[in-house]
T-cell receptor, first 116, second 113 residues
Framework: NAGVMQNPRHLVRRRGQEARLRCSPM?????VYWYRQLPEEGLKFMVY????????ESGMPKERFSAEFPKEGPSILRIQQVVRGDSAAYFC??????????????FGPGTRLTVT | AQTVTQSQPEMSVQEAETVTLSCTYD???????LFWYKQPPSRQMILVIR??????QNATENRFSVNFQKAAKSFSLKISDSQLGDAAMYFC??????????FGKGTRLSVIA
C-alpha cells in the first residue's frame, strides 16, 4: 500500500508566478489535510478537504491560496502570485474514510517551495 | 484555543544514554489524542508514538515511551539507549477531536557519538 505521495518534492518559482502542489492520499483515504511549515517552525494547519468538499479552511490565507480535491485525481494546493514569504515546506496528510479516524493522519514527504 | 508548547528548542544526548523531551498542551476537550512526530533531515514526518487521553497507561514503542500527566497537561517523550539515527526534530502534536492537528514548535535533538 503506497503511502501519501506529493509532487513535486522541490519547486522553485519567481515572485508573481503560480505554484501548484499535488497530493495523492493513501489508497482508501478520502480525507486530505494541508499543512505549512515555515523555517524553524512546527506545522501549521491550512485546509481540510474531503472528495469535492472543503470542510475546514480556517488556516488558509484569504487571498492567493486555494485548494481542491476533485472526485478523480490528486488534491491540489494552488498559490497564485507567489511572494518570498510563501517559501516553506508544504505537507499533505490523509486519513481513513471511516468516521472518527481523523486522528490517524499519514504524512507525505512534503513539497519545498522556494520563491526567488 | 488549543495550544502545544515545547520549551526546549534544542537538546543533546550521548549515544546509548536516555533523554526526555518536554511538551505541555492546553485543550478544553475531554477526549483527545497526543502524538510525537520525528522529522529527520529528509523532512519526512514520522509518527513515533501516540497516546489516547482516556487511557491512563503510558504508551511505549520499543525505546520510546511517554509520561502522560493528564491533570498537568504534560506529555513528555523519553528515548532510551539513544542512537545516532535518533537525531532529528521532534514535534509534539495534539488532536483535540474534530479539529486539525496542532503542533508545537519542535525540539532539535542531537546525538553525540
Amino acid at each position: 500500500n503506497a503511502g501519501v505521495m506529493q509532487n513535486p518534492r522541490h519547486l522553485v518559482r519567481r515572485r508573481g508566478q503560480e505554484a501548484r502542489l499535488r497530493c495523492s492520499p493513501m489508497k482508501g483515504h478520502s480525507h486530505v489535510y494541508w499543512y505549512r511549515q515555515l523555517p524553524e517552525e512546527g506545522l501549521k494547519f491550512m485546509v481540510y478537504l474531503q472528495k469535492e468538499n472543503i470542510i475546514d479552511e480556517s488556516g488558509m490565507p484569504k487571498e492567493r491560496f486555494s485548494a481542491e480535491f476533485p472526485k478523480e485525481g490528486p488534491s491540489i494546493l494552488r498559490i497564485q502570485q507567489v511572494v518570498r514569504g510563501d517559501s516553506a515546506a508544504y505537507f499533505c496528510a490523509s486519513s481513513p474514510s471511516r468516521g472518527g479516524g481523523a486522528y490517524e493522519q499519514y504524512f507525505g514527504p512534503g513539497t519545498r517551495l522556494t520563491v526567488t | 484555543a488549543q495550544t502545544v508548547t515545547q520549551s526546549q528548542p534544542e537538546m543533546s544526548v550521548q549515544e546509548a544514554e536516555t533523554v526526555t523531551l518536554s511538551c505541555t498542551y492546553d485543550t478544553s476537550e475531554s477526549d483527545y489524542y497526543l502524538f510525537w512526530y520525528k522529522q529527520p533531515p529528509s523532512r519526512q514526518m514520522i509518527l513515533v508514538i501516540r497516546q489516547e487521553a482516556y487511557k491512563q497507561q503510558n504508551a511505549t514503542e520499543n525505546r520510546f515511551s511517554v509520561n502522560f500527566q493528564k491533570a498537568a497537561k504534560s506529555f513528555s517523550l523519553k528515548i532510551s539507549d539513544s542512537q545516532l539515527g535518533d537525531a532529528a526534530m521532534y514535534f509534539c502534536a495534539l488532536y483535540p477531536g474534530n479539529t486539525p492537528l496542532v503542533f508545537g514548535k519542535g525540539t532539535r535533538l542531537s546525538v553525540i557519538a
